[in-house]
């Protein structure tokens, strides 16, 4: 069994024996830019992870798990253009940095470098690796667009919130374990197992990143509080706070959202208060409770010996009750 | 043996038999829209044709052609965000009809798409035609950056001018034929003679799209004539006529690229005159006729019955020879 912390050093070390500087230099240095910057680098984690789970090499999963963070940081790269936004991982944005068709023209290359990666896999597999990753890829396109939709419309309900959730960022936590079980080698039905497990995860983890946007502490979390509260981005606790609130308690919440006079520290305090005060922080601990126990069976349901389990649960636990 | 005719309803019928409608409606209606418009679907041909040429079953290289026209169409999509273009093939294109945020997420899922059909191919083929695709792809995302770069250097010289062209355009139409090759079993040595016999015609048919835009007949080319000069781009033409004009000419040609106050007709009627004054359309002519020619004894020296090669000999020659 490979630690965790093992796997950590793998991946790293991957990144770093890589030089993702080529001609032209325009085109490559956003790019060496972008995977320089690191981040948790949860999803090759969870491929090498769960290849080992499965009694895989993980040697055969690490570029295929690279594919995965490699594709991961695309799709932010050109989220970020499409939100506006300047930081990512406390560093100016790549269209901030450069420009838009920068950010535009490089993502594309990173989308490439992904496939190339993805593909550096045992070719019996490549069928079925490709389908899953082709299949992943273009739910993550249908999540932003339903996120993006969400900017504009009045009503969206919990199970929609979900189900982009689900697109957007849990098929590729639940694509990244298949990946290794599939490398691995593991059966049909557990590999399918592996994926229902992320979803779970998957879930639990982006609503444990919408909690920390309230309730998140800064010094721990790297990023200021209330950034979701400050642009009426819809997620779970905005939602659930219309759904729980009543009386006054709605009025205040619909006139934090609609008037766009008030400072946004005012805001985001009044906004937290009303959520503490309809429960709506309960309820989002309860959701991702719910979903972590989802998971947790799942994992359980594996016909594999406990003490195999225990990174990729430490793993998990890690992903839905980090404070960052 | 196939003839040209019958590959270009295939491939219509092909593209008119998918719907490329899904929800979410925002991110697949102007992927609907921009399949829609049609072009001339040279590369799907080419993919067809080989495929026949080297005597393989067409029906098998359907899907994976269409692969390459989605992916070309992914490719305009991008570049006309870049290029901030109004028009596309007479109609809006994404971004102004939709807007920019659409127009990429739109040709990101027109991206994965066209791995979904490019990787519709015998599992056997696929670790082949996956890495030549790949290998493409990222050649092009290459070219554009030079294309762009281009924009803001004052000094480019024909060689360079001619390598971004071959990764822009070339690499394409050269893939189209190989990957025809590679679904109809071809000898490796043939394989690489049809993909040089298309980095020659690529290069040919670039050259004459540069032509066109200075000498072509409005009436017929189905554009204005002269964009290139108005935009200040660096085209073949361009290149050469700094190369080859000198004195008077030389100061009225810099005159014309640098003076921003030239009415844009005055320019074009100008810098036309220019053009042929000093040799640059017979320089040009020139120019495709020797990769013209290059690629014909490419084509002559497969091994394949004449009459087998007069298909794509005529495809060539009415991609080059073309007035639109």
Redesign the interface.
């Known amino acids: 069994m490979t630690t965790i912390h093992t796997i950590q050093q793998r991946i790293s070390a991957a990144f770093n024996a890589e030089q993702f500087l080529y001609?032209?230099m325009?085109?490559y240095t956003p790019i060496n830019y972008t995977l320089e910057l690191g981040g948790k680098r949860i999803r090759p984690a969870l491929v090498l992870l769960s290849c080992d789970l499965f009694g895989g090499d993980i040697e055969k999963a690490v570029y295929p798990a690279m594919g995965l963070e490699i594709f991961h940081n695309f799709t932010l790269l050109?989220d970020d253009?499409?939100d506006h936004a300047s930081l990512r991982r406390g560093k100016e944005t790549v269209h901030k940095k450069w420009d838009?068709?920068t950010a535009?023209?490089s993502?594309?290359?990173m989308?490439?470098?992904a496939?190339?990666y993805v593909?550096k896999t045992d070719?019996i597999l490549?069928?079925d690796v490709?389908?899953l990753f082709?299949d992943t890829?273009?739910k993550v396109?249908?999540g932003?667009?339903?996120d993006?939709?969400f900017e504009t419309e009045s009503q969206v309900t919990i199970p929609e919130y979900m189900k982009m959730i689900r697109l957007k960022t849990a098929v590729l936590i639940a694509c990244s374990l298949k990946l290794g079980a599939l490398i691995a080698g593991a059966l049909h039905d557990d590999a399918t197992k592996i994926y229902d497990f992320g979803i779970e995860l998957g879930l639990a983890f982006q609503l444990q990143d919408d909690y920390l946007d309230a309730f998140g502490d800064t010094s721990v979390f790297g990023k200021e509080i209330g950034g979701d509260i400050a642009t009426n981005k819809k997620t779970f606790l905005n939602l659930k706070a219309f759904e729980l609130a009543h009386g006054d308690d709605l009025i205040q919440l619909t006139h934090y959202f609609t008037d766009p006079n008030i400072p946004a520290k005012e805001k985001i305090v009044g906004v937290t208060h009303l959520y503490r005060k309809n429960n709506v922080e309960e309820a989002t601990r309860h959701e991702i409770e719910v979903h972590f126990q989802k998971a947790k069976l799942i994992l359980e349901s594996l016909d594999i010996s406990e003490d195999r389990k225990s990174e990729i649960h430490n793993l998990a636990l890690g992903m839905v009750g980090r404070m960052k």
Chains 1, 2 share one sequence.
């Open positions: 001609e032209p325009r085109l050109h253009i499409m838009v068709n535009i023209l993502g594309d290359t989308f490439v470098m496939y190339d593909a070719p490549l069928p490709l389908r082709n890829a273009r396109c249908e932003q667009q339903y993006m939709n």
